[in-house]
């Protein structure tokens, strides 16, 4: 008999792979119970709903792009450390092919189903920007940089970092940055972003 835990990670693989081909209001619990093998009752014992379903997919994703966990301490190392090696991995990770495509099939569907865009943003955008809201008040707690607005300069930091590349891939404009593209624009980012905060003497 197949364990409860591994049919529900299959019917998060079947939803994922249903919405990024035919789109979220094309994708009907009934195909995702079929695609994942199992029956509707048991995607429902599971998921309320369709929402729920992409919700928790939205969440597996954002801990991939953060790769950080909430409950671990704030870092004590030097900002522009932590800062380059976050933006790195957010900009890696939401230039995965995968990852476009969710953004595309929200951008796509989002207004004729609003719940999508929602449970998109809580899921991924409003997580990483609680992260980077908690590490920035502690910076400015510390004395390190100066912060009046942490919310506000968290959401420029990952304009930031994902703006030069991310919008270009995101329509098909362009081909993924090289390393060094990326490098360069990690660097001049994580240090306009920093100096502009720091602390008047």
């Known amino acids: 008999m197949v364990k ?20 979220y209001g094309a994708t009907s619990m009934d195909s995702i119970a079929a695609e994942a093998g199992v029956s509707k009752r048991t995607v429902y014992s599971h998921f309320k ?15 991939l792009i953060s790769g950080t966990n909430p409950n671990e301490p704030i870092p004590a190392n030097e900002p522009e450390q932590v800062l380059k090696q976050l933006g790195l991995h957010i900009i890696e990770s939401v230039m995965e092919p995968e990852a476009l495509d969710v953004f595309r099939v929200v951008l796509a569907e989002s207004p004729v189903f609003p719940e999508l865009g929602k449970a998109f943003w809580k899921a991924g955008p409003d997580v990483m920007k609680g992260f980077l809201v908690d590490y920035l008040v502690e910076l400015d707690r510390r004395g ?58």
Request: proline share 4%; hydrophobic share 45%; aromatic share 8%.
């Open 144 to 201: 390190i940089l100066q912060i009046n607005n942490p919310e506000l300069s968290a959401f420029q930091f990952m304009g930031m970092i994902k703006w030069p590349y991310h919008m270009r891939l995101l329509f098909g404009a362009g081909k993924p940055p090289t390393k060094s593209e990326i490098e360069e624009s990690l660097d001049l980012a994580v240090s306009t972003f920093v100096n502009g905060l720091k602390l008047k003497k």
């Open 4 to 23: 409860s835990s591994t049919k529900k990670e299959l019917i998060v693989s079947a939803a994922r792979k249903l919405f990024l081909e035919a789109g």
């Open 49 to 63: 709903n369709k929402e729920n379903l992409f919700a928790a997919i939205m969440g597996d994703m954002c801990d």
